[in-house]
């Protein structure tokens, strides 16, 4: 059923040799520069628009109302609030740890350099709606934002047709279980437009009274398709942005320690996400590929989403990965750089804490991706297509900025005022040397 390669024997960088999704955002970015436009100059019209032509739905207002969400909690399933605010404390006790303190450093005797974390003010967090539906994703996106300290929190996802034209109510209901009051009906690009411009638009007539339009943000966070992506990289510098989420990945470093049939439920896991999904064994072990491989045949076919979890499993973007030992797969497992990383061997830690890249780590047996997307207290928006060689995923730190506070006295001051000088005049600036020295002439 997996894709092979054999890297036995091999050391060359293994990047370009491994399975990965291609998505060509560009492409997608040129397709819905148009609807992000029309939104930016024409709101909430441009949005119904392409929410009508995309959705197959016509949207009479954006905001969901109060009422409506209030109601979502009120009927959701018993096991499921109690499922959702169990994650909530979890997530929200690692999270509340992550806070940072403001640093006060003194340079020298009347001079100090302060470096402030100030919260972002106004935040739109994207939670998807398509194959499947993400209640966990408002917690994941949510918490950290509220530990932040972040003022205003807007909450987008796609209305469904099953539910009156409203997100999800199991999205709705988290919203409530987090306070959450401003939530829009609206997904894909033209979400992230109305965030990142508002959906008044430029040249917008006036709506009626009553009408509740959504203010822009100042960032936008969250997972979603390809358009979502793009629409995302078409407003960097508008706003900020997270980073650039593509198909979700799992990628399972394992030896003969590993059970099989944990190996191939963890593929099986993320493979039912989309046909798009990711799902690579790395191993030195030739006898656990072949019980894997036994094992997904007999769990895929007892799957609830077989025909999406076949497509991701034989699809150019999974497969399995030989190696010569751990060492060697260590290596392909950082150049591959997952979203979601499980150690399967001997001595797990050890080499979980050896890895550089990767979104979220999973040690052992009793640590499956599944636990991090609704239990273990981490956070599941992770980056993903080999960002995670420079990214991180969702946090605290996601939404704070760092502001440098700078006190110099007189006396501080004039005794770098040469220094300050002579850098301006070498660098043909000497307007910042004179902005220093009038302030001791007189």
Known sequence: MLNRIDLRGSRRDPRGLLPRAQLDVSVAV?????VVEAVREHGFSAIR????????????????????IAAAAET???????ALLETIKRTRKVHAAQRRTDVATQVVDGGTVTERWVPVRRVGLYVPGGLALYPSTVVMSVVPAQEAG?????VVSPPQPDNDGLPDSRVLAACQLLGVTEVYAVGGAQAIAMMGYGSRGTAAADDPAGFEHCEPVDMITGPGNVWVTAAKRLLRGVVGTDTEAGPTEIAILADETADPRHVAADL????????????????DAPALLDAVEAELAVQVAATKHRERVQAALTGEQSGVVLVDDLEHGL???DAYAAEHLEIQTRDARTWAMRVHNAGAVF????SPVSLGDYQAGSNHVLPTGGCARHSSGLSVQTFLRGIHV???DESALRDVLEHVVALAEAEDLPAHGDAVRVRYTS
């Open 30 to 34: 040129e397709r819905i520069r148009p």
């Open 49 to 68: 628009e392409a929410t009508e032509r995309f959705d197959g739905l016509r949207l009479e207002r954006l905001r969901v109302p109060a009422a409506a």
């Open 76 to 82: 959701l399933d018993p096991k499921v609030r109690a």
């Open 150 to 154: 972040v003022e205003g929190l807007v």
């Open 268 to 283: 099986i896991s993320q493979a039912e996400h989309d046909p798009l999904a990711a799902s690579v064994l790395v191993t």
């Open 331 to 333: 290596t392909v497992v």
């Open 363 to 366: 040690v052992g047996a009793w």
């Open 406 to 408: 700078i006190e110099y």
